[in-house]
Antibody, heavy 122, light 112 residues
Framework: QVQMLQSGPGLVKPSQTLSLTCSVS??????????WTWIRQHPGKGLEWIGDIDYDGKSHSNPSLESRVTLSRDASQFFLNLHSVTAADTATYYCARGLLLFSDYVGAFEVWGQGTVVTVSS | EIVLTQSPVSLPVTPGEPASISCRSSHSLLNSNGFNYLDWYVQKAGQPPRLLIYLASSRASGVPDRFSGSGSRTDFTLEISSVQTDDFGVYYC?????????FGQGTKVEIK
């Protein structure tokens, strides 16, 4: 059974880099068949896709964040770095696994991490 | 960016009664392969979302058959045939047609 466990700091200072890790057990990230995704939710708000990375390391990120996002992975973990954070980046961050049903299908987030509440404050 | 609009925003329901949520897209989600790239999720307080429906009408693993999805192109519906107490939460539609995937604003299904 696939499990996804998030880790990372709950408090980040403005202008610094938010770094989160999603540790995956039960399947290898580099085995193919899935997108490894980051999504966030601002307090009391809806959901925002941050970006994803696939088995061969190809990544995409939301144009609204693209210049500040770095995604990477190894065989059992994938990583989010969000640079130059501000208070507007305060949110709950989730990692999730998306099904690669079709090459152009970016969805079916069927397994999720537990979420990490991140506050940006000095 | 594709915009999804859900209605209603709030849906009070008596347990045992049916419920229906609408999701309208600013662009067609019908792919050239014949599938509609639209998913549905439910989120409970303090938890991550849970996938219910993908490709507009396919139930995810373990999802009860009281949940069904329908629709095509720009108009989609999630129906719950008989709402159970475990079904209360916020429901989101999500388009998977193009990056970035975008979410509807959510529909809160609550006890009437």
């Amino acid at each position: 059974q696939v499990q996804m466990l998030q880790s990372g700091p709950g408090l980040v200072k403005p202008s610094q880099t938010l770094s989160l890790t999603c540790s995956v057990s039960g399947v290898s990230i580099i085995s193919g068949g899935y997108y490894w995704t980051w999504i966030r939710q601002h307090p009391g708000k809806g959901l925002e896709w941050i970006g994803d990375i696939d088995y061969d390391g190809k990544s995409h990120s939301n144009p609204s964040l693209e210049s500040r996002v770095t995604l990477s992975r190894d065989a059992s973990q994938f990583f989010l770095n969000l640079h130059s954070v501000t208070a507007a980046d305060t949110a709950t961050y989730y990692c999730a696994r998306g099904l690669l049903l079709f090459s152009d299908y970016v969805g079916a987030f069927e397994v999720w991490g537990q979420g990490t509440v991140v506050t940006v404050s000095s | 960016e594709i915009v999804l609009t859900q209605s209603p925003v709030s849906l009070p329901v008596t347990p045992g009664e049916p419920a229906s949520i609408s999701c309208r897209s600013s662009h067609s989600l019908l792919n050239s392969n014949g599938f509609n790239y639209l998913d549905w999720y439910v989120q409970k307080a303090g938890q991550p979302p849970r996938l219910l429906i993908y490709l507009a009408s396919s139930r995810a693993s373990g999802v009860p058959d009281r949940f069904s999805g329908s629709g095509s192109r720009t108009d989609f519906t999630l129906e719950i045939s008989s709402v159970q107490t475990d079904d209360f939460g916020v429901y989101y539609c999500v388009q998977a047609q193009q990056r970035p995937p975008t979410f509807g604003q959510g529909t809160k299904v609550e006890i009437k």
